[in-house]
T-cell receptor
C-alpha cells in the first residue's frame, strides 16, 4: 500500500511556463516532506523541503506548497527551463525519524 | 568533497551468479540506506543502517538478498543467487541524523 503517491507518471511543459508536480500522502503522521530531482544515470539529489508547520517554502524558481487537510503537496517550478527535465520524487518522513518514504516519481519534460 | 561512492556502476551477470554491490558513504554520516529503483515499484527501501547496525531490513525482497556494514565507511549488498527479476538500479544513500539523504550514482544491474 503506497503511502506516498505521485499519480502523474509524466508531465510535459513548454519552456518559460509553470510546471506543477503533485504528490498525495495517506499517513497523517508524516510531518516533513522533500522533493528530489533525478537526472538519467545519476542518483536523486535533494531539491527542496517543507515542514508540516509551514504551508509554503520557496527557493528561487522552486516553491513547495503543503495542504495538510488534503494530505497533498505540490512543487511549482516557475519559469520552467529545459534543464529542469528530470524525474522528480516526492518523499515524506514521520516524527519517529524512520526513513523517507518515496513516491514513484514524475518525469518532467520541458520543451524549448 | 566526495559524495557517496558506489561500485560497480554497471553489472551484467547470468542467472544464478552471485552479485556484490559496494557503497562508501559520505565521511561522518551515520545512516546508510540501500534502495532499488524499478519502473513498476519506483524507489523502494531495501534496508538501512544506523551507526553500522541494521535497523530495518523488511524491504529486502527475500533471503537471496543480504547486506552488511562492517564499518562506518563501507557497505555491501549481495544477491545470491541472482535472478532476472533482480535487474534494476540499486542506490546507496547516506545521511547525518537528518532527513536529507545523499544518494550515490547507482549500480545498474542486469541479470540475464
Amino acid at each position: 500500500d503506497q503511502q506516498v503517491k505521485q499519480n502523474s507518471p509524466s508531465l510535459s511543459v513548454q519552456e518559460g511556463r509553470i510546471s506543477i508536480l503533485n504528490c498525495d500522502y495517506t499517513n497523517s503522521m508524516f510531518d516533513y516532506f522533500l522533493w528530489y530531482k533525478k537526472y538519467p544515470a545519476e542518483g536523486p539529489t535533494f531539491l527542496i523541503s517543507i515542514s508540516s508547520i509551514k504551508d509554503k517554502n520557496e527557493d528561487g524558481r522552486f516553491t513547495v506548497f503543503l495542504n495538510k487537510s488534503a494530505k497533498h503537496l505540490s512543487l511549482h517550478i516557475v519559469p520552467s527551463q529545459p534543464g529542469d527535465s528530470a524525474v522528480y520524487f516526492c518523499a515524506a518522513s514521520d516524527p519517529g525519524n524512520t526513513p523517507l518514504v518515496f513516491g514513484k516519481g514524475t518525469r518532467l519534460s520541458v520543451i524549448a | 568533497d566526495a559524495g557517496v561512492i558506489q561500485s560497480p556502476r554497471h553489472e551484467v551477470t547470468e542467472m544464478g551468479q552471485e552479485v556484490t554491490l559496494r557503497c562508501k558513504p559520505i565521511s561522518g554520516h551515520n545512516s546508510l540506506f540501500w534502495y532499488r529503483q524499478t519502473m513498476m515499484r519506483g524507489l523502494e527501501l531495501l534496508i538501512y543502517f544506523n551507526n553500522n547496525v541494521p535497523i530495518d531490513d523488511s524491504g529486502m525482497p527475500e533471503d537471496r538478498f543480504s547486506a552488511k556494514m562492517p564499518n562506518a565507511s563501507f557497505s555491501t549488498l549481495k544477491i545470491q543467487p541472482s535472478e532476472p527479476r533482480d535487474s534494476a538500479v540499486y542506490f546507496c544513500a547516506s545521511s547525518l541524523g537528518g532527513f536529507e539523504q545523499f544518494f550515490g550514482p547507482g549500480t545498474r544491474l542486469t541479470v540475464l
